[in-house]
Structure formats: structure tokens, C-alpha cells
């Protein structure tokens, strides 16, 4: 058995070939060699792994993976995570390692379980019984209301009352609106036709007024003079010594 680096050890090796998909790169003192994927290159985005790497090239990379596959040892290495200049280890603590691992659990291809929506519409929900989706997808509670998918006609005729709805209230709106405006119109009409006779009944009064004020201005000239009437008669009454 030869002796391979234990996992997460750090060694400078040699580009023994270089694919479109990586670089493969020989362990010293085996004739192992190691792939380092073109996403562990670079921290940057690496289309083509010959810009980064040529043959013959010593590069430090880091072990992170073993895995066996056909009775044969695969072996992971990556170069991201080592300073190319030094060999000194820029992630100590694997933690760039655990969120590239994360990301690949996390994504999965779906294109081969497409579902067409017949096939949607026709599942029934073995939680709450209702038609459209499945059980892992239903958040329905034990008691609570329940939902379901409703056909395209019935969509249709739901949307048609709706609007049919929307034009009744905007109508009641409008003739709301002129009912407000009219009594508007007539208050303001009572209101001119109060004024002016308000204005008139003054007007009256008034002049009622400047006529009892003349005739008492008449009245008494007329008094004055039949007083001075009356005092010239005594005068003339009066008896001579």
C-alpha cells in the first residue's frame, strides 16, 4: 500500500493533465494523482482550467475528499483555499469546504419530474381530501378551512361577477355623487332666496321708519306754529294802562 496525505493536508504537487472540467495533479511520493475541479481553482468563476494551469506547473492544493468508486480511490484536491505563493492554508476550519458541500445537497435537477397541470388538477390531498396538491405541500391545520384548486370556467365566471359587481358599485358611487350635488344646489338656493327677503323686510322697515319720522317732523312744525298763533292772540288781548 502506498501512502497517501492524510485528509485536509497541504502538499505541493505537479499538473500532470489539464481538462476541460479540471487539472489533474500527481501526489508526491505515490503515483496517485489528485483532480482539482475547475471550481476549486479560483475564488473566481473559471471557465477554462488551461488559463489557470499548465503541464508541468507546481502548484499547493489542499486534500479535501476521498472517495471509492469502481474499486478505485478518487482522490479531491483543491487550490483556492491555499496560497499559491506560500502553501499556507486560507480556510483552516473547512468552512468555505462545508458551504460548497451545502450547495451541492441543496440543489437538485427537477427536470425530470415535470407535472403537467392535468396532472395537478386530478391529485387529491390524502391530508385535508382537497383536489390540486399533494400532502407534503399542504399546510392546511386539523379544523381549519380548507382549499382547493378551482376550474378555469368557474374562474371565469367568478371574474365576470366580480366586474359585474365593480360597474353596480361604481354606478350607486355616481348617482350618490349627484344626489349630493343637487342637494347642494338647493340649500344654496334657499339660502339666496332667504337673503333677499331678509334684505326686502329691511329695506321695508326702513323706509316705514324715514315715514314716521317725517310726519312727526310735520306734526311738530305744525304745533309750533299754532302755539305762536295762540301767543300773538293773548298779546293783542291784553288791556292798555
Request: some cysteine; charged content about 40%.
Amino acid at each position: 500500500m502506498e501512502a497517501l496525505p492524510e485528509l485536509y493536508a497541504i502538499f505541493q504537487g505537479e499538473v500532470a493533465t489539464v481538462t476541460e472540467y479540471g487539472a489533474f495533479i500527481k501526489i508526491p511520493g505515490c503515483r496517485k494523482q489528485g483532480l482539482v475541479h475547475r471550481t476549486h481553482m479560483s475564488s473566481c468563476r473559471v471557465d477554462k482550467p488551461s488559463e489557470i494551469v499548465d503541464v508541468g506547473d507546481k502548484v499547493w492544493v489542499k486534500l479535501i475528499g476521498k472517495e471509492m468508486k469502481d474499486d478505485k480511490l478518487k482522490l479531491s484536491l483543491s487550490m483556492k483555499v491555499v496560497n499559491q505563493g506560500t502553501g499556507k492554508d486560507l480556510d483552516p476550519n473547512n468552512v468555505s469546504l462545508d458551504q460548497d458541500e451545502r450547495k451541492k445537497r441543496t440543489f437538485r435537477d427537477y427536470t425530470s419530474q415535470k407535472i403537467t397541470l392535468e396532472a395537478v388538477l386530478n391529485t387529491v390531498c390524502k391530508k385535508c381530501g382537497c383536489k390540486g396538491h399533494f400532502a407534503k405541500e399542504c399546510f392546511v391545520q386539523p379544523g381549519g378551512t380548507k382549499y382547493s384548486l378551482i376550474p378555469e370556467e368557474e374562474e371565469e365566471e367568478v371574474a365576470a361577477a366580480e366586474c359585474e359587481r365593480e360597474k353596480r358599485s361604481s354606478v350607486a358611487d355616481d348617482s350618490s355623487k349627484k344626489r349630493k350635488k343637487e342637494k347642494k344646489k338647493k340649500k344654496k338656493h334657499k339660502n339666496k332666496q332667504s337673503s333677499s327677503e331678509s334684505d326686502s323686510d329691511s329695506s321695508d322697515s326702513d323706509s316705514d321708519g324715514a315715514q314716521l319720522a317725517s310726519k312727526r317732523t310735520k306734526h311738530s312744525g305744525k304745533t309750533s306754529k299754532a302755539q305762536k298763533k295762540k301767543k300773538k292772540k293773548k298779546h293783542k288781548k291784553q288791556p292798555r294802562d
